[in-house]
């Protein structure tokens, strides 16, 4: 009965691959977040979806792009990985924007 | 655009001493605010929220935050710390820019608890 799941929970992966994270959430939440946690623990939202619609879509590198088949799923595609994108990644969900988010456990990249 | 300054990156206490971490944030309106808790390889996870109406707000864990509009500032508090509140702590805010909701974290308190 875990509310918002992630797989994987570890990716290691070599540089210039192309990798996908997963997630779901069983909330019936609207509102679904991607998050990138920095080694100093900085936490910067990437994306948002709302009804299976982007409605944030901060300044990040083309090659992250959100894929939500429906509205509990938000997929997140890297493509041409590199080094700098080695971090923990985070999902959410939230009933509706403005609300509290709850977040997955969590996929920790790692790029060599 | 809107900006959550959290002053301390650590803090230690000892077990059973008062905690307040502190947070001010940055927004032209009244904000959504919120705590969340970040224990080792987990997610975060939500303490309090403050919406509007009473300023000073009770969450989980025995945790209470006070929102003071005239210091844009949302600090959190403990009466009496436990081992187990040692994690890392979040503030974040939420607001529209550009008419979309965008919520922004601090960068973080971590909490060091002795025994």
């Known amino acids: 009965d875990t509310a918002v799941s992630q797989t994987p929970k570890y990716l290691v992966t070599q540089m210039g691959n192309d990798k996908s994270i997963k997630c779901e959430q069983n909330?019936?939440?609207?509102?679904m977040y991607w998050y990138k946690q920095d080694s100093k623990k900085f936490l910067k939202i990437m994306f948002s979806?709302?009804?299976?619609?982007?409605?944030i879509n901060e300044t990040v590198p083309n090659r992250f792009s959100p894929k939500s088949p429906d509205k509990a799923h938000l997929n997140l595609h890297i493509n041409s990985l590199e080094l700098g994108d080695s971090a923990v990644y985070f999902c959410?969900?939230?009933?509706?924007?403005?609300?509290?988010?709850?977040f997955g456990p969590g996929t920790r990249l790692t790029v060599l | 655009a809107q900006s959550v300054t959290q002053p301390d990156i650590h803090i230690t206490v000892s077990e059973g001493a008062s905690l307040e971490l502190r947070c001010n944030y940055s927004?032209?309106?009244?904000?959504?605010l919120f705590w969340y808790v970040q224990s080792p390889g987990q997610g975060l996870q939500l303490l309090l929220k403050?919406?509007?109406?009473?300023?000073l707000v009770q969450g989980i864990k025995g945790f209470e935050a006070e929102f003071k509009r005239s210091q844009s500032s949302f600090n959190l508090r403990k009466p009496s710390v436990h081992w187990s509140d040692a994690a890392e702590y979040f503030c974040?805010?939420?607001?529209?820019?550009?008419?979309?909701?965008?919520?922004?974290f601090g960068r973080g308190t971590s909490l060091i608890v002795h025994p």
């Open positions: 974040a805010v939420g607001g529209v820019s550009g008419g979309s909701y965008i919520p922004t």
């Open positions: 959410a969900s939230s009933l509706f924007a403005y609300n509290e988010q709850f």
């Open positions: 927004y032209g309106a009244t904000p959504y």
């Open positions: 979806y709302n009804n299976k619609e982007l409605i």
């Open positions: 403050y919406f509007s109406g009473d300023t």
């Open positions: 909330l019936g939440h609207d509102t």
